[in-house]
């Protein structure tokens, strides 16, 4: 509010995103705006990367007319992030943002974790090999030649850089380029929650299910309790669901897309550009995109159910609501967006084992114990404040459903497709402080401050072991903080990044040659 003057906003598709009362018009879309253009710059780097150009100019300007669609219809945020005000504190989130991205690893300036040996040969891999990646001379590893065919999206900017200047370059590019991927996302988020604040980030950072107890119930062990340095994550045999800093540490190339674009969908008060903002979701993260499904269907009906006006005729309302769902951002951008991204990824189908069911009648007890401890204790201590939000229901139906699932050799199907709904809960949790903040209810906030203590235990786990390791590493450089460069297509897990090509419809049809 500024000099007295307010501007009222529709309401967004949960209850939970109250009418707003914005204070200065241009700078509450400019989060939502630079979000596009950040998901928009790897899809424009695909297109003229990979695809014959008669294809790439059409579906570039597909893709910036959707974009100029989209940024028209974008919501107002309550936050003025570049006040006078406001500014000291977005300087503090972003510097804290840079210090988690730099403890991750990201870039090689610290300890990295064992998984980016395939993240670290991707981006090598795009650096210096023509595009589309084309491996010829694969000798015993395939019987045929083979292309790169990964969700490589968020690695594209940092690749361009490479070209250009060399893999250090692309290296310190990916580590500011992930910078501003979480910058932005704390920014939707507190916009999200209608104001700037550091512990908000800070709550992000060590959000989790509580990993150190059901170690201890089911290593009876209290070792992972304790502050240590140790990975605690995969506590429970078969299943699994990554705190936030677990997923930037680990995964972070489908991580911070699929956060963004979460993020994104909460952002909406109208459904004239969810499937648009939905289809980023394919090339940047395939298996959070089916966990996101489930929320972008929940946003999108119960808009539907909101707007119904049950004084008008069916046809009428109908009429409504195709005039919303169908614009040109959520079909004439997104089809060609989900198909050329569906032939891509269709040309690796022998990469990985497919979808089955997880052994159940074996792991049921672990199971229950498992709920009970990632994400349970959160439902019920918010049941309060949002047991009557459809999107409590869906995240959370959502996050039984899919440990059930398998996809692949290990758990990463439950750890990614869990990432979206968890981002959600996330939200519904800082939103339930607030709401009894204002009601007064001082015991529901001290029970879920005392669950977000206990779950920061896995964050300081991870964070622990890359500033113990990287400083064991500046007191004495023989100790190694990154893996050795691996080859992809020589590595036992190859099938997960090549396909052999020669017979599918994208490489035949729409493919650079």
Known sequence: MENGKTKPVKAAPLSFLKKISLSDKAKSKLPIGLSYIYLAIPMYIFMFGWIKPVFAILLAALLSFGIYKALKDAPEMEVSFFSNKQLPKLI????????????????????????????????????????????????????????????FALWLPAACVGKMFGMAAAQTFLFWWCVAGVSLLFMLISGL??????????????????????????????????????????????????????????????????????????????????????SFSFLACSLPAIGMLPVLCCIGITRIVKTYDKKKPFKENLQDLCKEAFTFQNVFTRVPVALVSYLFFKANTSGTVGFRKTDMERLRMTYLIFILLEFLVYYFAIFKTHKREPLYWVTLATLLIVPMISFGYHVDFVTRTSIPSLVVLFVMVADSIEKNKASGDKRANLIII?????????????IGRSVRRTAEHCENPAVVISYPEIDLYEDGARRNFFGEYQDSIFFKYFAKK
């Open 92 to 151: 503090m989130v972003i510097l804290i943002a840079a210090a988690w991205v730099y403890l991750s690893g990201i870039g090689g300036y610290s300890y990295q974790n064992q998984d980016h040996i395939w993240r670290n040969a991707v981006l090598e891999k795009l650096v210096f090999n023509d595009w589309p990646v084309i491996i010829t001379e694969t000798g015993e590893y395939f019987e045929n030649p083979v292309a790169l065919i990964y969700y």
């Open 450 to 462: 005392a669950l977000l203590l206990a779950g920061g235990i896995t964050a300081y786990h991870e």
């Open 193 to 278: 929650n209608k104001k700037i604040s550091p512990w908000l980030l800070i709550a992000f950072i060590f959000f989790s299910g509580l990993d150190a107890v059901g170690y201890f119930i089911l290593h009876n062990s209290a070792d992972h309790i304790w502050l240590d340095v140790n990975h605690i994550e995969n506590w429970a045999y078969g299943f699994q669901m990554s705190s936030f800093c677990t997923q930037l540490f680990w995964v972070y190339n489908q991580a911070i897309p699929a956060w963004i674009i979460t993020a994104l969908l909460l952002c909406q008060k109208d459904n004239r550009s969810v499937i648009f903002i939905y």
